[in-house]
């Protein structure tokens, strides 16, 4: 594997694991109430976007980091409309 297939790997993996915490607390605390709207949808385009040009580029690294970190965005959007009708009080 060449050395910037490697890179864009281990970048993947770290900027997606790093949505991970998040994802967990929100879990737990059952609330997302701390999250702006205005941040994960325009991360979750971002992503979308990224993903997009890693599909045109071809680019296995781009797009398996890209689909794993809009997984986890959409989870974590999932949640937030949840738990704003479900959870704890949004105040």
Do not use: D
Request: glycine fraction near 6%; aromatic fraction near 12%.
């Amino acid at each position: 594997m060449p050395l910037t297939t490697t890179i864009g790997y281990v970048a993947g993996t770290l900027t997606t694991v790093s949505f991970l915490p998040q994802l967990i607390k929100t879990w737990r605390c059952k609330s997302a109430k701390e999250i702006s709207w205005v941040m994960l949808l325009a991360f979750a385009l971002g992503v979308t976007l990224w993903l997009v040009y890693g599909i045109f580029l071809g680019s296995a690294p781009i797009i398996v980091a890209n689909t794993a970190t809009l997984a986890l965005v959409v989870l974590i959007l999932v949640l937030k409309v949840y738990y704003s009708f479900h959870g704890k009080p949004e105040n």
